[in-house]
């Protein structure tokens, strides 16, 4: 069974940086096809993605918030870490992680990108 | 960047008839390797989002098969057959061909 959860500060002051932990059980992070993503919510807003690492270390990130976004990974603890600097309070919304993999089924390679999501955790940017 | 345009942004509808939300892309989706990558989720109130359909029309494990999914190209469909209340929430598209982006949002209340 395959369960995510977010963690971090709840309360972040302008210009900080916001440091998120994505603790996760039931795959690994090590295996082949294999990535995280962080995806985020502003309150009563459309979700946007930001970041996400793949099994290999490969990175992507969004391009409208590359320069203040870091994500790493720990395979040996099973966490997923996201960066964000400059903290402002346009950025106050729910941080999700998810899980996304490939798979060969049937000989068919499908790839589920964000098949199982975290609950979810409230960051408020604000003085 | 990809832009992912849904309409309506909300919709009203009585359970037992039918609901269809459009979502549009501003690039084509099918990828070079015959696939076209495109999603949908629904966030029910309070819950995080989860996966309905992949790849166009391909249901998600343990989704009933009221929902369906049909598009090419730029253009697709997520169609409810008969709306249940549990249906009530957002619904959301989104292209993976090119990094993701997610439309806008549809809410679907009864």
């Known amino acids: 069974q395959i369960t995510l959860k977010e963690s971090g500060p709840t309360l972040v002051k302008p210009k900080q940086t916001l440091t998120l932990t994505c603790s996760f059980s039931g795959f690994s992070l090590s295996a082949s096809k294999v990535g995280v993503a962080w995806i985020r919510q502003p309150p009563g807003k459309a979700l946007e993605w930001l970041a996400l690492i793949y099994w290999d270390d490969d990175k992507r990130y969004s391009p409208s918030l590359k320069s203040r976004l870091t994500i790493t990974k720990d395979t040996s603890k099973n966490q997923v870490v996201l960066r964000m600097t400059n903290m402002d309070p346009v950025d106050t919304g729910t941080y999700y992680c998810?899980?996304?993999?490939?798979?060969?089924?049937?000989?068919?390679?499908?790839?589920?990108?964000?098949?199982?999501w975290g609950q979810g955790t409230l960051v408020t940017v604000s003085s | 960047d990809v832009v992912m345009t849904q309409t309506p942004l909300s919709l009203s509808v009585t359970p037992g008839q039918p609901a269809s939300i459009s979502c549009k892309s501003s690039q084509s989706l099918l990828h070079s390797d015959g696939k076209t990558y495109l999603s949908w989720y629904l966030q029910k109130p309070g819950q995080s989002p989860h996966l309905l359909i992949y790849e166009v029309s391909k249901r998600f494990s343990g989704v009933p098969d009221r929902f369906s999914g049909s598009g090419s190209g730029t253009d697709f469909t997520l169609k409810i057959s008969r709306v249940e209340a549990e249906d009530v929430g957002v619904y959301y598209c989104?292209?993976?061909?090119?990094?993701?982006?997610f439309g806008q949002g549809t809410k679907v209340e009864i």
């Open positions: 998810a899980h996304r993999q490939g798979v060969w089924e049937r000989n068919d390679y499908i790839v589920y990108d964000f098949d199982y």
């Open positions: 989104m292209q993976h061909i090119e990094l993701w982006t």
